[in-house]
């Protein structure tokens, strides 16, 4: 199974889209989001073309292939105009290998989750990156609406036990073994 993992919509239904296209060029099988799908956030400037709405557009037509973690941005409202739910947390499995997904509020490379496999994927800080810490793979997509420190609008593909970063274009940026 080929995952697409990425995070921290923020609202922008021109990055929804522009993911969605990318979903699709890509060829995965289910789109995972890392939370903050629909609302900025108050220490977040507007994202282009903020339109929440119009991110549900897009995101509904793709429920059936959506895995949606809830974040700190997230509320029980958004529910309301979603075809899919959110989660707390979720796993994923891929090669045998076993990946632990949470938005990042609560967990990030510094403090791992408990038993949480041979991988841990997280967005909320909006930068993009795949390193090691003890012995797991740990990689956070960035944000695809407003990305920081310079770091990519980017999300990861999990495809046979190895995790790739992409941005936007598809341009393959780093690459690593679970």
Known sequence: MKYMVASDLHGSAFYARKLAERFAAEGA???VLLGDIYNHGPRN?????YAPMRVAQVLNGLADRLLVVKGNCDSDV????????????AVLVSAGKRVFLQHGDRFSIDKLPKNCGDGFFYGHYHTSFIRRAGGVLVANPGSVSLPKEGTLRGYLLLEEGTVTLKDLAGSVADEQAL
């Open 45 to 49: 400037p507007l994202p282009e073309e």
């Open 78 to 89: 958004d529910t309301l105009i979603s075809d899919f739910e959110f989660v707390s947390e």
């Open 29 to 31: 099988d289910l789109l």
